[in-house]
């Protein structure tokens, strides 16, 4: 079979490069051009890793895309006051949209990738689950894919040990070790001062207001703060308040205590569902990636909107973030939360 391996060069994706061609099949690496920081480095060390390892590699220029489809939503966002994560974006609309249909058009086979990520048919229905390396999993970053782009997807690390990963790469001149959770296009530049120069509209000073409405001090912009962030809000009064909720209509951020960052309820915009929900049925939704999940029942299920109620309060619910909802240990849907 022939396999375009999506290749960053890095520990994974070099991994799962070799993994394929000992298995037999036709690899050929892809590296995408995205226009981003340290680029032209990464791609020249990316090509002579491929020809190290004995395969094909060619780069696709995606710069436009990765542009449109990423980088200006990402700004978008922040100047409405929430707050993306375009690691997720670039996963559902750059590497299993516009490189899966570069590659299959190219005459491929089969498209695989370095995530550490399992594939299970169960009945008519493809869902995403848990890695063997579970510490590793990446199911949550992947969550968004429409389950139509992974028919014709592969992940080769989805039963392999970190340690395996490293044996097989360990005498490799790699091309890098950025996490694929790290946003690429910002190069060294901290995440306010990139935002600063593009988007300096939202960072105007405003009204902080209280959950009642009064103005208690000013802020430096919606842009520079995120929800349930307590320090560094231009605010000083004699019990700690949180960012419970941000305004960019009004260019205001509005605190609250410990309580009100809590909430009963998530809904999450554009669903994307790897198997049908209905009102009543029970999920574990995970708010962040770093979060556990949470039980939950579905209270609302439809093209537009899936919303549902939690057992136990959760807190910080932040907007733009990413809501994925499991089925034993099975992702079953995800949206924005709005």
């Not at 375009?4 to 995408?32: M, Y």
């Not at 509005?254 to 915009?269: H, M």
């Not at 909107?305 to 099975?330: I, N, S």
Request: net charge positive; glycine share 8%.
């Amino acid at each position: 079979m022939r396999v375009a391996v999506a290749f960053s060069g890095g520990r994974d994706s070099t991994a799962a490069a070799i993994l394929l061609k000992n298995q037999g099949h036709v690899v050929e690496t892809v590296t995408l051009r995205l226009g981003v920081p340290e680029e032209d480095e990464r791609l020249i060390a990316s090509a002579r890793l491929a020809e190290m390892i004995g395969v094909p590699h060619r780069v696709v220029d995606a710069r436009n895309e990765f542009a449109r489809r990423v980088i200006n939503p990402f700004l978008e966002a922040y100047a409405a006051g929430i707050t993306p994560n375009p690691c997720v974006t670039c996963n559902a609309r750059i590497k299993f949209e516009f490189l899966v249909d570069t590659a299959l058009e190219g005459g491929a086979d089969c498209f695989a990738t370095g995530h550490y990520a399992r594939l299970e048919q169960k009945g008519s229905h493809l869902f995403l689950s848990e890695p063997r390396e579970k510490k590793k999993s990446q199911i949550y970053f992947l969550a968004m894919v429409e389950p139509a782009r992974m028919q014709r997807v592969c992940f080769p690390l989805h039963d392999v040990t970190l340690d395996q990963v490293r044996t097989l790469t360990r005498k490799l001149p790699l091309a890098g070790e950025k996490s694929s959770q790290d946003i690429c296009f910002l190069g060294k530049q901290a995440l306010e001062t990139y935002l600063r120069g593009l988007i300096p509209d939202a960072f105007q000073p405003g009204p902080i207001m209280d959950a009642r409405g009064e103005e208690i001090g000013s802020h430096l912009g919606v842009a520079a703060v995120t929800i349930g962030q307590r320090r560094g809000l231009g605010y000083a009064g004699g019990k700690p308040l949180y960012v419970v909720a941000k305004d960019a209509s009004r260019n205001a951020v509005i605190l609250g205590d410990a309580g009100e960052l809590e909430k009963q309820e998530i809904l999450v915009t554009s669903p994307n569902f790897w198997r049908p929900l209905a009102v009543g049925d029970a999920v574990a939704v995970r708010i962040r990636y770093a979060s556990p999940p949470a039980r939950a029942v579905i209270t609302r299920a439809d093209a537009a909107l899936l919303e549902a109620r939690f057992h136990v309060p959760v807190q910080a619910l932040t907007p733009g973030q990413l809501g994925v909802f499991y089925q034993k240990k099975r992702v079953v849907a995800a949206g924005v939360i709005r």
